[in-house]
């Protein structure tokens, strides 16, 4: 049996053999033999000791979202990450968009607060008012902004923070309560409140990774969804920010330039491992 200090570790040298039993063979001159069979075992050993953090051989999707980060820049952190504060942002805006959504939000944070009791407290006219900032239907989505109040309210005592900690299905399906919140919504809030490593895809870019190969794509919207999450769990870490990461980079490509209409494929960066640029446009140019 063998070992080696944290000193002879940072210098890179070998173990020192420990076996009383059988000591070691020594040369000529008194000192210690090690034969070169035993040496290359400790030197293997060693050397998985040493660079015990080596990254492991990336995946494709890995190296695709290499490439798109290169090219978009770091994902910038989602905001707001609360479960309660993504509920109401979701419902400030429509159609839905991160800029409708986002100005709809900042003025009801201002005029009127977020709390459940400021909200439900706040006359239903101006609350309607508040909403046109956000979008077309501004009585429709304060309605709604108000049935989320009552329910974090009087159903969940003022706060989702409680909800979070339930098992994972049972957070979907009371999550799912809210509002336009389907399946992909609530994953979307389970990942960005990092409560569980969901491999969430962005509900109108799901697409996106379609395209690149990573899942099927179906008539049917929800068996797509599924086919591209399946793909990334088994692509990606089962761990918040690399589940995060590609849902913001796969959401910032669709946005920007792999559009599900009119896509602009001349500018993309990940033309070599598209599909649907290798059917649609031809033959398929080498990584830059």
Request: with cysteine; hydrophobic share 35%; net charge positive.
């Amino acid at each position: 049996m063998w070992r080696q200090s944290d000193e002879e570790l940072s210098r890179g040298e070998l173990g020192v053999q420990e076996d009383s039993r059988t000591p070691p063979p020594k040369t000529e001159d008194g000192a210690p033999s090690i034969g070169v069979t035993e040496m290359g075992f400790r030197f293997v050993v060693n050397f998985l000791r040493y660079d015990s953090g080596m990254t492991k051989a990336k995946t494709r999707m890995t190296r695709v979202l290499d490439r798109l980060e290169k090219f978009y820049g770091k994902p910038k952190a989602p905001r707001p990450v609360d479960a309660y504060e993504m509920v109401l942002h979701r419902n400030c805006g429509y159609p839905q968009s991160d800029a409708l959504c986002d100005k709809g939000f900042a003025a009801l944070k201002k005029e009127i607060g977020l709390r459940p009791e400021e909200i439900l407290a706040a006359p239903v006219a101006k609350l309607r008012e508040v909403m046109r900032v956000g979008g077309i239907v501004p009585g429709l989505r304060a309605q709604r902004l108000r049935e989320i109040a009552a329910r974090v309210e009087t159903e969940f005592g003022g706060s989702l923070r409680a909800v979070l900690k339930r098992p994972l299905a049972e957070a979907k399906k009371a999550l799912r309560k809210f509002p336009t919140l389907g399946e992909a919504g609530a994953e979307k809030i389970l990942l960005f409140t990092k409560t569980a490593p969901v491999a969430a895809v962005p509900s109108n870019c799901i697409h996106v990774p379609l395209r690149l190969g990573f899942g099927r794509e179906s008539k049917n919207w929800a068996a797509s969804y599924k086919s591209a999450q399946e793909a990334i769990l088994a692509e990606l870490p089962e761990a918040c920010e690399a589940q995060l990461r590609a849902y913001l980079l796969f959401k910032q490509h669709g946005r920007t330039l792999c559009k599900s209409a009119r896509p602009k494929c001349e500018e993309c960066p990940v033309t070599d491992e598209c599909g649907y640029f290798a059917a649609t446009r031809g033959r398929v140019r080498g990584p830059a």
